[in-house]
């Protein structure tokens, strides 16, 4: 089975601080995103990696920035985090076979609070 | 623009009958279309595929339709049991491929 882990299931940071969020994921996907979940708003993709050092701006980047060193891990960083930030984060992962008819396998979430 | 529309008011239905959702979409021409279920406070899980090519498909109790003239694809539950209560998504192939763009998903709710 497909494994995709967060480090963290809840997490509560103070306006300003820089935050990380980690992903592992256990079944070689070239393909890792990051996602954040607002009621009324839906999943929408901050970033996306499809390989290692390698990504891509989703639809809505602005105050994070995420890193790939390792093929099994994607890391997303708040530099400065904001209130406007409180979400749900998600994590996923998916293999590139030709022709891109490939599933997402998602983590558990971390609910990030900025207070 | 593109978007991609779900009943974002909850279904609500009785144990045994059949759970419709429906997914629009406007401005994409997916080559497929995925079916996710998330229940509270998890990630997504996937459950189906269905390809531009294909009109539908099944997957047990799950049949799912895909009309790419009507832009339009429905999720159908039949014989819907309590533990089908969830949040249903759909997702589109991105502009860039590999990349996913979500609807805003339609929770559903079966009464005993």
């Known amino acids: 089975d497909v494994k995709v882990t967060q480090s963290s299931r809840y997490l509560v940071k103070r306006t300003g601080e820089k935050v990380f969020l980690e992903c592992v994921q256990d079944?070689?996907?070239?393909?890792m995103f990051w996602y954040r979940q607002d009621p009324g708003l839906g999943l929408r993709l901050i970033y996306f990696?499809?390989?290692?050092?390698?990504?891509e701006k989703g639809d809505i980047p602005e105050g994070y920035s995420v890193s790939r060193e390792k093929k099994e891990r994607f890391s997303l960083i708040l530099e400065s985090a904001s209130t406007n930030q409180t979400s749900m984060y998600l994590c996923a992962s998916s293999t590139r076979l030709a022709g891109g008819y490939n599933e997402q396998f998602f983590g558990p979430g971390t609910r990030l609070t900025v207070l | 623009s593109q978007k991609i529309e779900q009943n974002s008011e909850a279904l609500n239905i009785q144990e045994g009958k059949t759970a419709t959702l429906t997914c629009n979409y406007t401005n994409y021409s997916p080559a497929y279309l995925q079916w996710y279920r998330q229940d509270p406070g998890r990630g997504p899980v996937f459950l189906l595929l269905i390809r531009e090519n294909e009109k539908e498909k099944r997957k047990e109790r799950l049949k799912v339709t895909f009309d790419t003239t009507l832009k339009q694809s429905l999720f159908h539950i039949t014989a819907s049991q309590p533990a089908d209560s969830a949040t249903y998504l759909c997702a589109l192939e991105g502009n860039a491929g590999n990349m996913l763009t979500f609807g805003g998903g339609t929770r559903l709710m079966v009464k005993p």
């Open positions: 990696s499809y390989d290692v050092k390698m990504k």
């Open positions: 079944m070689d996907h070239e393909n």
